[in-house]
């Protein structure tokens, strides 16, 4: 039962730098999302994917890009790093699209931008 | 736009002693409500959940949450609370929008202490 599995887990980078946080997920659920955590924000939406190649905006999009070519995958990029992006970036996933499904999260990837 | 209040930073509680940690939502609709748990350096592991029905909702570790309509609250207790509870606690609120899902939109967490 590997779950969702989220790499690196932990990534220093360069302000301007491209980087991109992997997310797997084994249990062939439709939806995909990723959040950031900050101190003093809680857990704040930035994409969120309903099935392969279909994403939509969260809360926080700007600066980040997702992809969604297969369904078991879900990357995040960050175009061009900003010391604002360090963050605690979560993945999650859900098996079928509304909120009476539940979220399940993967344990995070840590960036610091220096 | 839903938003969810913790009022409560932190919360520090002696062992063996009874827990209630604070949640209020601000939704237009029924909500779906959600208590998380994270361990220090962890992911988000799901405790409870309401839908619909019974409003007393009974979770994983012995947790439980009341939802109560007329006070938009869904507050999170524990009869006896162990050294193994410290951690930090979000409540968060689910939502529909065109059909699909929104995600969730969090509390911004309540971080829970254990005195011996």
């Known amino acids: 039962d590997a779950g969702i599995t989220q790499s690196p887990r932990y990534k220093i980078t360069e302000t301007g730098r491209q980087v991109t946080l992997m997310c797997h997920q084994t249990w062939s659920h439709s939806y995909m999302f990723w959040y950031r955590q900050d101190l003093g924000h809680g857990l704040r939406l930035i994409y969120y994917?309903?099935?392969?190649?279909?994403?939509d905006k969260g809360e926080v999009p700007d600066g980040y890009v997702v992809s969604r070519s297969k369904t078991e995958n879900f990357p995040l990029t960050l175009e061009s790093a900003t010391r604002s992006q360090t963050s605690v970036y979560f993945c999650?996933?859900?098996?079928?699209?509304?909120?009476?499904?539940?979220?399940?999260f993967g344990e995070g990837s840590w960036l610091t931008v220096v | 736009a839903q938003s969810v209040t913790q009022p409560d930073i932190h919360i520090t509680v002696s062992e063996g002693a009874s827990l209630e940690l604070r949640c209020n939502y601000s939704?237009?609709?029924?909500?779906?409500l959600f208590w998380y748990v994270q361990s220090p350096g962890q992911g988000l592991q799901l405790l409870l959940k309401?839908?619909?029905?019974?409003?007393l909702v009974q979770g994983i570790k012995g947790f439980e949450a009341e939802f109560k309509r007329s006070q938009s609250s869904f507050n999170l207790r524990k009869p006896s609370v162990h050294w193994s509870d410290a951690a930090e606690y979000f409540c968060a609120v689910g939502v529909y929008s065109g059909g699909g899902a929104d995600g969730l939109t969090f509390g911004k967490g309540t971080h829970l202490i254990i005195q011996p």
């Open positions: 999650a996933s859900s098996l079928g699209g509304g909120s009476g499904n539940t979220i399940y």
């Open positions: 994917s309903a099935a392969a190649d279909i994403t």
């Open positions: 309401y839908f619909s029905g019974d409003t």
């Open positions: 939704y237009g609709a029924t909500p779906y």
